[in-house]
């Protein structure tokens, strides 16, 4: 059984109470099977209150890389599926790990193609940071900061979150169960 509590996994809730949120879209940075920011936004979506929809999108290694020469319409189908989810959403949520000093290609590509379009422009944002060490992917969040500032979205500082979580705290079923 889960224990986490509400309060130590929810920015999302920050973010629910300052804009009462009801669509709140969860962004993962890596791909990798078993990976932890994964899990973590997996453990937002199963402890999230009734009251907010969550969903987790789940398109980003479909995205072809970004291009102006293919940013018109028809936009590719995996694009406007990216568009659709974060123009639904209330807020986003992002969780993302550091490949090399950075965001991770596939993550900032997905990024870059919110640029092309005005879906990001004011909208609540906030990360979870699950590094275990103070200094691990600083990194990349301060590119994920500058990123988000160039796409227009309002960042709520409340709800970005450091939360350490060790590969160990993941249960058989993916989920964190560390409480
Ligand atoms: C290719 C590669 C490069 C990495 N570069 C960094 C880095 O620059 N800084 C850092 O803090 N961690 C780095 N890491 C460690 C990952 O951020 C760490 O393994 C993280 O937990 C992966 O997230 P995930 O479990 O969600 O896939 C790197 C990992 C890989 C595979």
């Not at 123009?87 to 969780?95: F, N, Q, R, Y």
Request: aromatic content about 6%.
């Amino acid at each position: 059984m889960l224990q986490l509590r509400e309060k130590a996994l929810f920015p999302a809730c920050a973010i629910a109470s300052s804009l009462s949120a009801m669509n709140l879209l969860l962004l993962s940075g890596s791909l990798r099977e078993g990976s932890v920011n994964g899990a973590t936004l997996q453990t937002v979506q199963r402890l999230a209150p009734a009251s907010l929809s969550v969903r987790i999108y789940s398109g980003t290694e479909h995205l072809p890389y970004y291009s102006p020469d293919l940013d018109h319409d028809p936009l590719p189908p995996a694009v406007q599926q990216l568009r659709g989810a974060v123009a639904e959403a209330d807020a986003v949520l992002m969780c993302t790990p550091e490949y090399a000093g950075a965001l991770p290609g596939a993550f900032k590509n997905l990024l870059e193609w919110t640029v092309g379009s005005v879906v990001m422009n004011d909208k609540s944002v906030a990360w979870i940071n699950v590094s275990t060490a103070p200094t691990e992917a600083k990194d990349a969040h301060a590119s994920l900061r500058l990123v988000l500032g160039y796409v227009g979205a309002q960042v709520i500082e409340d709800a970005c979150l450091p939360l350490p979580v060790p590969r160990s705290a993941l249960g058989p079923d993916g989920l964190i169960h560390d409480p």
